[in-house]
């Protein structure tokens, strides 16, 4: 079974501060997604991560993908309070592309 | 706008009783899940179905069972809930596989407490 590990799992930082959130699992997989979820409501989809290399950004977020090292990063600059959330990150199966494999969450606060 | 409801936000239902999550996707997309969450476990698939009355197992099967009469609609059955079947449920739908990027899109979901 693909194991996806996130960490930390909670993440407590004052606003402008940078940060990164990572996501590692455990068989190959090219497939990589990033999830936002605000308290009380669904997730919502942040980035796709297709390929060994991606690096997608939006905002102040900004997630990369290493296959080889079966490593996703979330890089967060600058933080501010809006950003506070929890985010998962999801692993697609190597031979079934619709079954993702979640990690745990990373339950984000920015201070103010 | 891509668009996944669920028929219940919150649900409380007692030990043995017969639970129904339904779910609809606008988005004619051929794929739907369910899965539950719950704190520190991140997120569990229980079943899947790629098409119109097929489902596949999903990792945490047991339990539940589930059906798909129309495209646009996966019902979640809990043939008799219990209390660790408590939890919050989501669904979620996403295109054919053999597009690019085969994000799946999240309902609201439906928090079930079962007494």
């Known amino acids: 079974e693909l194991k996806v590990e996130q960490n930390p799992l909670f993440l407590s930082m004052q606003e402008g501060k940078n940060y990164t959130i990572y996501c590692n699992y455990s068989?190959?997989?090219?497939?990589l997604y990033w999830y936002r979820q605000d308290p009380g409501k669904s997730l919502e989809s942040l980035f796709v991560l297709l390929s060994n290399g991606a690096v997608k950004q939006e905002g102040r977020l900004m997630a990369s993908l290493d296959t080889k090292a079966r490593l996703s990063t979330l890089h967060i600059t600058a933080a501010v309070h809006d950003l506070s959330a929890t985010y998962f990150c999801?692993?697609?199966?190597?031979?079934?592309?619709?079954?993702?494999?979640f990690g745990s969450g990373t339950k984000l606060n920015v201070k103010p | 706008d891509v668009k996944v409801t669920q028929s219940s936000r919150y649900l409380v239902k007692r030990t043995g009783e017969k639970v129904f999550l339904e779910c609809v996707q606008d988005m004619d997309h051929e794929n739907m899940f369910w899965y539950r969450q719950d704190p520190g476990l991140g997120l569990r698939l229980i079943y899947f179905?790629?098409?119109?009355?097929?489902?596949e197992k999903g990792d945490i099967p047991e339990g539940y069972s589930v059906s798909r009469e129309k495209k646009e609609r996966f019902s979640l059955i809990l043939e008799s809930a219990s209390t660790n079947q408590t939890s919050m449920y989501l669904c979620?739908?996403?295109?054919?596989?053999?597009?690019?990027?085969?994000?799946?899109?999240f309902g609201p979901g439906t928090r079930l407490t079962v007494l």
């Open positions: 068989t190959t997989s090219d497939r």
């Open positions: 979620a739908s996403s295109p054919f596989s053999g597009t690019t990027y085969n994000e799946q899109f």
């Open positions: 179905s790629y098409d119109v009355k097929m489902k």
């Open positions: 999801a692993v697609s199966h190597p031979y079934n592309f619709n079954k993702f494999y």
